[in-house]
Nanobody, 117 residues
Framework: VQLQASGGGLVQPGGSLRLSCTASGFTLRYYSIAWFRQAPGEEREPVSCISTSNSSIYVDSVKGRFTISRDNAGNAVCLQMNSLKPEDTAVYYC????????????WGQGTQVTVSS
């Protein structure tokens, strides 16, 4: 049972990246999925979350720029990041939890996003 986060990279300010979260050993459609990020010297913070009914929430700093979504098959959750800023630079992690659980059961390994000119 494993989560994989991918899609990070180096992008200029104003650019876009699309992160993907996929799973092996279980199906994401039954889980609430969240993206977190952690910048150097900072605590990990939640960025966005999507429920099993596809309702979503975002931290204020990314509202209007980031969009979380599930693919139709329920096998992946993506985070589309537009209008990227240097302050978005961080390692991004995806996490999964069953709706009845308060804490996240599975974590991906993280993918580095660097926004720099």
């Amino acid at each position: 049972v494993q989560l994989q986060a991918s899609g990070g990279g180096l992008v200029q300010p104003g650019g876009s990246l699309r992160l993907s979260c996929t799973a092996s050993g279980f199906t994401l459609r039954y889980y609430s999925i969240a993206w977190f990020r952690q910048a150097p010297g900072e605590e990990r913070e939640p960025v966005s979350c999507i429920s099993t009914s596809n309702s979503s929430i975002y931290v204020d700093s990314v509202k209007g720029r980031f969009t979380i979504s599930r693919d139709n098959a329920g096998n992946a959750v993506c985070l589309q990041m537009n209008s990227l800023k240097p302050e978005d630079t961080a390692v991004y992690y995806c996490a999964a939890r069953l709706p009845i659980r308060a804490s996240y059961d599975y974590w991906g390994q993280g993918t580095q996003v660097t926004v720099s000119s």
